[in-house]
């Protein structure tokens, strides 16, 4: 293994840690019970798995598909198609998905500007779509002929019009630029601190406020496609309550498994490549002492960068 710069805090597995994480996988097997594969994560590829999972028990899924982008997970690839092709490969996923749901379940999926139009008409055939989430992902270089590309969609559906959606528990932190004063000259409806002034906002369908995991933040892989622990947050906490059933059918390396862990719910996922697998192991087992979330603290979101925000130990 290279060694790393000293702020280098990206996880990693030796040979021997993949050898030892791997015997705690499962793989679905014919009869497997919700208990068995409570807070477990499976190996193996989800088109195999997904005839073989129980009846009705997910709460919440969240879905990070391939985009339609050649892509190579850590030597499997995954090459662009025609919009036909992948709308065909989409909708065969997604046709497998509502057995596996509860009747109040919510689904959120995620896809960039390209493949966001193609997946809409599947999405809107199986579910209700509710909402689409634009969140900026702040990396990357800009383009000479064209606009930088710094955003992602995320699709918010359910299965029925029998849902969760706790707005109070993902509301944001902001910095008051001109605060409003009554009368008495006390604050209206924001906080007035060492720090600076802030104000709880409801949550819009626009986020600006994620960071996206880079090399000195401990919860960085090499994961090509890795979601921040911040943004799956948000989507645990307004759609599933303590003690629900999280399910993520492109696991990766486990950002929707520790982050249910973190925050109080059961969780499984499937991962069809090992090495993946045996990071987000390593991963579960951090979050029994790290359990905080960047961006996260008191419960509430704080805005991206500010002050108050990088005080808090989260």
Known sequence: MTPKAPNNKTLSCSDAEVAGLSKKLIRVKSGSTVESLTNRIIHQDFFKAAKLLPDSFVDLMIIDPPYNLRKDYNGTLFRSKQADEYIEW??????????????????????????????????????KVRNRITWEREKGRGAKANWKNNTEDIWFCTASDDYVFDVDAVKLKRKVIAPYRTEKKKPKDWEETAAGNFRLTHPSNVWTDISVPFWSMPENTDHPTQKPEKLIAKLILAS??????????????????????????????????????????KRLAKADDETGIQGYADGVFWERNTHAAQQKKV
């Open 90 to 127: 989409f909708e065969g996923f997604v046709s497998l998905l509502p057995r596996l749901l509860k009747a109040n379940a919510t689904i959120y999926v995620c896809s960039d500007w390209r493949s966001s139009t193609l997946i809409f008409p599947v999405l809107d055939k199986y579910f």
């Open 240 to 281: 599933s309550r303590e003690g629900d059933f999280v399910f993520d059918p492109f696991l990766g390396s486990g950002t929707t498994a520790v982050v249910a862990k973190k925050l109080g719910r059961l969780y499984s996922g499937v991962e069809q490549n090992r090495e993946y697998c045996c990071w987000a192991e």
